[in-house]
T-cell receptor, first 114, second 114 residues
Framework: AQSVTQLGSHVSVSEGALVLLRCNYSSSVPPYLFWYVQYPNQGLQLLLKYTSAATLVKGINGFEAEFKKSETSFHLTKPSAHMSDAAEYFCAVSEKGSSYKLIFGSGTRLLVRP | EPEVTQTPSHQVTQMGQEVILRCVPISNHLYFYWYRQILGQKVEFLVSFYNNEISEKSEIFDDQFSVERPDGSNFTLKIRSTKLEDSAMYFC????????????FGPGTRLTVL
């Protein structure tokens, strides 16, 4: 069965510092991988996705993620955090199948200190 | 920009009552999903819907749950007899295609069962 593990329920960085949010997945076949962001009282917004093309994926708001098959990882990074990046971030996997449902990790809340 | 909408934003009901959560997916999308997020927990898949039938459902989606696309625009989730443990945020999502195609999420309906 597919699963997604996000290390660290809370990550705190200073404004301008590197953001690194970790995601590891388990899947029996090459998956599709996604990062979604959730701002308070809002729905989930796609940041970026990996669909078996380039392993380094660039998304919105300066975020990027690298698919590493050998490590079964899809960590999210941003070189310089901004106050507006404070939100909850969810990694998700979708495996080829009947409906391509999303399996989410437990989420990481990013706090950005001024 | 097209978006998924959900009504109501908040729903409070008594245990044992029926509730219907409504969603309007993006108009040219073909695949529809319901997810839920219990407070403090991860987002969980409930059901996927395509071509007027359920394509996949989770263990959570028991006989108390049903989905329907009554017309060309609405997509509804019905809970026949609500339980306390049904209290959660319910998200509707839609996508144009399956696979690596992005699922667009609505803002959610917060259901509180008393």
């Amino acid at each position: 069965a597919q699963s997604v593990t996000q290390l660290g329920s809370h990550v705190s960085v200073s404004e301008g510092a590197l953001v690194l949010l970790r995601c590891n997945y388990s899947s029996s076949v090459p998956p599709y991988l996604f990062w979604y962001v959730q701002y308070p009282n809002q729905g989930l917004q796609l940041l970026l996705k990996y669909t078996s093309a380039a392993t380094l994926v660039k998304g919105i708001n300066g975020f990027e993620a690298e698919f590493k098959k050998s490590e079964t990882s899809f960590h999210l990074t941003k070189p310089s955090a901004h106050m507006s990046d404070a939100a909850e971030y969810f990694c998700a996997v979708s495996e080829k199948g009947s409906s391509y449902k999303l399996i989410f990790g437990s989420g990481t809340r990013l706090l950005v200190r001024p | 920009e097209p978006e998924v909408t959900q009504t109501p934003s908040h729903q409070v009901t008594q245990m044992g009552q029926e509730v219907i959560l409504r969603c309007v997916p993006i108009s040219n999308h073909l695949y529809f999903y319901w997810y839920r997020q219990i407070l403090g927990q991860k987002v969980e898949f409930l059901v996927s819907f395509y071509n007027n039938e359920i394509s996949e459902k989770s263990e959570i989606f028991d006989d108390q749950f049903s989905v329907e696309r009554p017309d060309g625009s609405n997509f509804t989730l019905k809970i026949r007899s609500t339980k306390l443990e049904d209290s959660a945020m319910y998200f509707c999502a839609s996508s144009e295609l399956r696979g690596g195609n992005e699922q667009f999420f609505g803002p959610g309906t917060r259901l509180t069962v008393l």
